[in-house]
């Protein structure tokens, strides 16, 4: 999916910002580090300026929301996916806008939304970039931006560890999908909108909100994050042979001709499973489950993007 296709501005570049916080994952980098980030900010004229940084991305949310308690009129989001989801979260709803500095190892929602990779201009971008409001997902009572899944994507997600996914980065994925790569069938039924819409065996279960998600995929070539649905894909690959089929479609940006992959869209689905499996979102494991509650949250987020890309 071409990030140029999620042009449509919100409104204007904003005139003034008030207080601006910055939350950030301090094992994290970009660019010259926070030292460069917080000159940037003062040379901007930020002169009320929040600042939290944190070891783990899950100890986030409580900072967002110490930010937001404090006036903050404008979040400046400093890591990854797992961190960009863990204060969408909080933010989703506020109306306070996201500004995102992408340090992480993928930065997926960054990457399809157009965030530059250079500091200084992703800085720019999140006080004057214009302001969009974005779907976000929700499963099972949390809001995730790129996407959520279960079965061998769980799996696949469980296994990449911080440790070596901080070694190899996007490699942690394809050398644990190598370990996981048989994908256990397991008797999956999925509702889509009130109706039946898959029933029999399968690997994996996915909702995306943008078109790439983990391991820079394109698996869903007409997502969108402002259209109002989420998209919903099932895989019934059973081994290594079935697996390189559908992961080499997917990767030639041709999801919908494997044979072992079928995809729709829907604002409320609903999955159950036969067994408990992991469930992942936004690049982080969660527990394993036997049913999934996922729907749309239209226009949930609001986000600072580049004004080419709108």
Not at 50 to 74: C, I, N
Not at 120 to 127: D, F, H, N, Y
Not at 132 to 160: K, P, Q, Y
Request: aromatic share 6%.
């Amino acid at each position: 999916m071409s990030t140029s296709t999620l042009a449509r501005p919100d409104e204007a570049a904003p005139a003034r910002v008030g207080t601006v916080a910055v939350v950030a994952h301090r094992k994290k980098t970009f660019g010259g580090g926070l030292d460069e980030l917080r000159a940037t900010l003062a040379g901007a004229g930020i002169g009320d300026l929040l600042w939290y940084e944190v070891p783990k991305s899950r100890k986030a949310p409580k900072r967002v929301r110490r930010a937001l308690d404090r006036g903050a009129e404008l979040v400046f989001v400093w890591g990854g996916d797992g961190m960009v989801q863990r204060c969408a979260d909080v933010l989703a709803g506020t109306g306070v806008p996201m500004a995102i500095l992408p340090a992480g190892t993928a930065n997926l929602f960054a990457t399809n939304l157009g965030i530059p990779t250079d500091l200084s201009k992703a800085v720019r971008t999140g006080l004057r970039g214009p302001r969009r409001r974005l779907d976000l997902g929700r499963i099972n009572g949390e809001h995730f931006a790129v996407m959520a899944g279960a079965g061998f994507d769980g799996d696949l997600i469980g296994e990449a560890d911080r440790r070596l996914k901080g070694r190899l980065g996007r490699l942690a994925y394809v050398w644990t999908g190598l370990r996981h790569v048989r994908g256990e069938l397991v008797r999956t039924r999925i509702r889509v909108d009130g109706s039946d819409w898959f029933d029999g065996e399968a690997s994996c279960v996915l909702f995306g909100n943008v078109g790439t998600i983990t391991g820079g995929i394109p698996a869903f070539d007409d997502a969108r994050p402002d259209d109002g649905a989420l998209e919903v894909g099932v895989a019934t690959a059973s081994g290594a042979v079935d697996w390189a089929r559908t992961l080499g479609r997917m990767a030639a940006g041709r999801s919908e001709e494997s044979p072992f992959v079928r995809i729709t869209r829907g604002r409320r689905i609903r999955v159950r499973f036969a067994a408990p499996k992991t469930y992942e979102l936004d690049g982080g494991a969660r527990e394993r489950v036997t049913r999934l509650k996922v729907r749309v949250v239209p226009g949930a987020l609001t986000v600072c993007c580049p004004a080419e890309r709108c």
